[in-house]
C-alpha cells in the first residue's frame, strides 16, 4: 500500500506563492493517478487537481484553474502542486492521494496522506 506524505504548507499573503510536495512510499511510476484533495473549515473535502501516472493528463477544479499547476517527477517519487496567486479562499488543509483514473479522466482515490495546512492570510 502506497504511503503519501505532504510538505511545504504554510503561511502566504494574499496574491503569493507556494508550492506543496507529495512524497510516495512506493514507486509513482507504477500506474497510480495522483491527486489533490482540499478541505477547508465547515466546507466539504474537494478535488483541487489530478495528474495521470505518466503526466499527459490533468484536471484542474474551476476555483483553480489558470493559478495552480500539478505535476509529478516519477523518479523521485513526488508530485507537487505549484499554487499562484492565492486568495484567503484558497485556505484549506490538502491533501495528497493516489489512485485510479479511467479512461474518461474520472479518478478514483485510494491513498491519502495526512494533509498540510496552507493558510492564506495578510
Known amino acids: 500500500q502506497v504511503q503519501l506524505v505532504e510538505s511545504g504548507g504554510g503561511l502566504v499573503q494574499p496574491g503569493g506563492s507556494l508550492r506543496i510536495s507529495c512524497a510516495a512510499s512506493?514507486?509513482?511510476?507504477?500506474?497510480?493517478?495522483m491527486g489533490w484533495f482540499r478541505q477547508a473549515p465547515g466546507k466539504e473535502r474537494e478535488s483541487v487537481a489530478t495528474?495521470?501516472?505518466?503526466?499527459?493528463?490533468?484536471y484542474y477544479a474551476d476555483s483553480v484553474k489558470g493559478r495552480f499547476t500539478i505535476s509529478r517527477d516519477n523518479a523521485k517519487n513526488t508530485v507537487y502542486l505549484q499554487m499562484n496567486s492565492l486568495k484567503p479562499e484558497d485556505t484549506a488543509v490538502y491533501y495528497c492521494?493516489?489512485?485510479?483514473?479511467?479512461?474518461?479522466?474520472?479518478?478514483?482515490?485510494?491513498?491519502w496522506g495526512q494533509g498540510t495546512q496552507v493558510t492564506v492570510s495578510s
Open positions: 495528474i495521470s501516472w505518466s503526466g499527459d493528463m490533468t
Open positions: 512506493v514507486r509513482t511510476s507504477s500506474s497510480y493517478a
Open positions: 492521494t493516489a489512485g485510479a483514473q479511467d479512461y474518461s479522466g474520472n479518478y478514483f482515490p485510494r491513498a
